[in-house]
């Protein structure tokens, strides 16, 4: 309790101390950036420390931290010595804001911190892997921070959320792995204000309510106070139709039982294929509560894909947030969450012309102040250091609303490309300019992109993934093209997303074809074992496309009326003179700049991201679209879920009679079918809030209970100096690494799979896990010297695990090492 109070007192005063600059940097938004001033301030704060460590010039302790700290307090400073009044009159003339904001941060963060502690388990899946960087960290002196399951090694990942989360702890003065289930909660309750007050500006922006003549910033009427909490909801606790399937599988619906053989067969469920889903379910058939062993585990691998002989490629993963924090992980994709709605914000606050001004760089001329410039390029690499897959978008988001800004200023021709190429290129170099020193030490296991020929979605699978969003989406376009609230330009929707479509499938073929010359004898091997040959494969993946074209249709059904609103029939110059009679050599478009124009912006991004994994995707050591499914649905969730909440707004606003009420029912009945998962998933991950070791944010409290000998050991490495320490090697997903994970020491080596994916290779890792296992089971001294001398091992752990997994020959150790600690069968030696 007291470590949540403290973590929500830190964070509220960062977002408090932060808000003067968000004032600032946020002039184009009804909030000017409050509800994101903590995402903001995190970002900051993290930033300017990782940099001092990372230059040399602070240390990782509290000191640096504290520095890094005092210059964002003077960023804000600044900001209220020049902007003190306006300031004091924005927060007195937006109290409901306000209230609304600290009220819906402290729900979300109390809300989901009482999930973690009724199943705070941090032993399952990849939380190891995440609580061993943030203990790794926050026992490191200096940056790059060490990596501690590969001695001798900084971390090659993206580690960005993992140096804010160890701040967060440093300051708290609590452990690691209690730091890691506030972070998840607090990842909530960011994401909960911050998409509260992405809503809350864009329905500012409809709102017509008049304007008194003192007000500086036009404040919104208590409906759109309302409607904003619309935007966490579809974002953040909305899952998909697996859930109801799951209700209605479990119930024995569309089951027969074959009187002769009393047999259960379901021809529905066959069809439908979501692998557990087409057994027959557990008799006698029942209503909820939901029973089956992981049954929410499925409602993240809807999409099912077979290669051409018919086999099972293993699991897409189709996360989406509320799974993930149900599952605890916190993961990259999960912490850049605040942050990519930060970069919307940023995007949206660009587009209605927030960043006016004129900076010159390189004798070329931007329509965007340098503070805008900067903290642009600071949003979009700190996600490339959070998650790096989520760089493009939110480039293409802010480079995109920059030229439709623009575009609303100038109207549209070919200098708009111009635009786009001269703010995209160096806010991207400027961007990876500012996060340099994490780029010296990155290493990737991304190796191209491969065409996606025989594993297009099905219909049926994009629908229950995504059904809960496309459902008010349609509506809204419905309601769109039904009301002419926007003049369709159908000739330009039609080109660009049929034309991007084709440019899809032609960089496809052109892949093959590469691929085809280049990797002869893989593409070879590769049509042997799918018993065909290239001609006979091509017609048999092109076959299964046309049959699985629901997924297509629906994505161009929702690409091509978004491009159509997007760029409207507008008033045009007519092409050979201009407004004054003179020469004109281009057609110019002056279309509205509109809030409209923004959310289809959202609405066509996530339509493109949900599109490309059906024709490429990237090559890794899964060598299927796993990861490309998996990153890509994600960032589409995000948008298409605000998209959503402010369509589902403006219908709620704008419809009447029979229309109306058809709309509430529908609606009504999507949100509760999205609220099954949520609402089930706790019950069933916190044993209906009844854990088995009682309510607690700390997983070690397990290790202390389960086994205590091995509990004791931890907190006294926890205490001695810095060393390598030796333990027993193992592969992901395991008990593997679990000192170096709970202490932060660096061991020989970990899980030896996932490093070899965040390196790209297993060669970093030489000899490591043979060397472990020869170190334990050797009865001469002199070899297992040598391994000690050869990583510069200075604590050898033996325990549980150890006398298990492998022979362990501790004489020698008794002969030649010192005792450092003993408790049961749990040792630990220290090398003179």
Do not use: C
Request: no cysteine.
């Amino acid at each position: 309790m007291i470590a949540f109070i403290s973590w929500y007192f830190i964070v509220s005063m960062l977002g408090w101390l932060t808000f003067p600059l968000a004032y600032f940097l946020f002039p184009a938004l009804a909030d000017r950036g409050y509800t994101l001033s903590r995402a903001a301030g995190l970002l900051i704060w993290g930033y300017v420390f990782w940099l001092l460590a990372s230059l040399g010039i602070a240390q990782n302790d509290m000191g640096g931290i504290l520095l890094a700290l005092a210059l964002l307090i003077g960023l804000s400073a600044w900001v209220i010595v020049n902007q003190k009044s306006s300031i004091v009159n924005f927060l007195r003339s937006n109290l409901p804001l306000l209230l609304t904001t600290e009220i819906l941060f402290f729900i979300a963060f109390a809300f989901m911190a009482f999930v973690r502690s009724a199943n705070p388990e941090l032993y399952s899946t990849e939380k190891p892997m995440e609580l061993a960087f943030i203990n790794g960290i926050l026992r490191s002196p200096t940056f790059p921070p060490q990596d501690p399951w590969l001695s001798g090694y900084a971390i090659s990942y993206y580690y960005f959320g993992y140096v804010m989360t160890a701040m967060l702890a440093r300051v708290s003065d609590i452990p690691g792995s209690m730091a890691h289930n506030l972070m998840t909660a607090l990842i909530f309750a960011l994401g909960a204000i911050g998409s509260y007050g992405i809503l809350y500006n864009l329905l500012s922006k409809t709102d017509h309510r008049p304007q008194t003549v003192d007000d500086t910033v036009h404040r919104p009427s208590s409906a759109v106070h309302g409607l904003a909490f619309l935007a966490p909801l579809f974002l953040l606790l909305m899952g998909n139709f697996g859930a109801l399937l799951e209700i209605l599988h479990q119930r024995g619906l569309f089951w027969a039982q074959n009187p002769a053989t009393g047999e259960y067969s379901s021809r529905f469920w066959l069809w439908l294929d979501m692998r557990e889903l087409s057994e027959v379910p557990a008799l006698p058939f029942h209503w909820p509560p939901l029973d089956r062993y992981l049954w929410w585990w499925r409602s993240s691998r809807i999409i099912q894909d077979y290669n051409m002989i018919g086999a099972w490629t293993g699991d897409v993963i189709d996360e989406f947030p509320f799974f993930s924090f149900l599952l605890g992980d916190l993961h990259p994709h999960v912490l850049a969450i605040p942050f990519s709605l930060l970069a919307i914000a940023a995007a949206m606050n660009l587009f209605f012309g927030g960043f006016r001004g004129t900076i010159n760089l390189l004798g070329a001329k931007q329509h965007i102040n340098l503070p805008g410039f900067l903290f642009s390029a600071l949003v979009i690499g700190g996600l490339a250091f959070l998650n790096t897959w989520d760089i493009l978008v939110a480039a293409a988001l802010i480079v995109g609303s920059y030229v439709f800004w623009r575009a609303a200023e100038d109207g549209w021709n070919w200098l708009r490309l111009e635009d786009a190429l001269r703010l995209g290129l160096p806010l991207g170099a400027v961007s990876i300019l500012m996060y340099f020193p994490f780029y010296l030490g990155f290493s990737s296991q991304a190796g191209g992109i491969l065409p996606n020929f025989m594993y297009p979605t099905r219909g049926v699978h994009l629908w229950v993934m995504w059904g809960t969003l496309l459902i008010p989406i349609f509506a809204y376009l419905i309601y769109l093209w039904r009301g002419e609230k926007i003049p369709l330009n159908w000739k330009i929707g039609f080109s660009l997303g049929l034309g991007f479509t084709i440019l899809l499938l032609l960089f496809t073929l052109s892949l093959g074809l590469i691929g085809s010359l280049v990797e002869k004898d893989f593409v070879t091997g590769f049509l042997q074992s799918q018993g065909m040959t290239a001609a006979q494969f091509i017609g048999a993946t092109t076959l299964r496309r046309l049959t699985y074209i629901g997924s297509l249709a629906t994505l161009l059904a929702v690409l091509i009326p978004a491009l159509a609103f997007l760029f409207p029939k507008s008033s045009t110059i007519p092409f050979g003179h201009d407004v004054d009679g003179g020469p004109q050599t281009e057609i110019v478009h002056r279309p509205p700049s509109t809030v409209y124009q923004f959310v289809l912006l959202l609405l066509a991004l996530g339509a493109i991201l949900v599109l490309v994994p059906e024709f490429v995707y990237l090559r890794d050591q899964f060598f299927y679209r796993i990861n490309t499914v998996f990153k890509f649905y994600y960032q589409a969730w995000m948008l298409w879920s605000l998209a959503a909440a402010f369509g589902v707004s403006v219908l709620l606003q704008n419809l009447r009679g029979a229309t109306n009420t058809i709309f509430r029912v529908l609606i009504g009945l999507v949100i509760f079918s999205g609220l099954l998962f949520p609402v089930f998933g706790v019950v069933t991950k916190t044993n209906s809030f009844k854990p088995f070791g009682g309510f607690t944010l700390d997983d070690f409290d397990r290790i202390i209970r389960e086994n205590p000998d091995e509990a004791a050991a931890v907190e006294f490495l926890r205490t001695v100096p810095d060393g390598i320490i030796a333990e027993a090697v193992g592969g992901g997903y395991s008990a593997y690494g679990r000192i170096s994970m709970f202490t932060g020491l660096q061991t020989v080596l970990g899980w030896t799979g996932h490093e070899a994916q965040w390196r790209g290779s297993y060669a970093p890792q030489g000899s490591r896990l043979d060397d472990i296992t020869n170190l334990y089971a050797t009865t001469r001294w002199e070899d297992a010297q040598v391994i000690i001398e050869k990583y510069n091992i200075r604590y050898v752990y033996i325990g549980s695990l150890e006398r298990t997994s492998m022979p362990v020959s501790e004489e020698k150790f008794q002969i030649h090492l010192k005792p450092i600690f003993q408790q049961g069968i749990t040792v630990i030696y220290e090398v003179p």
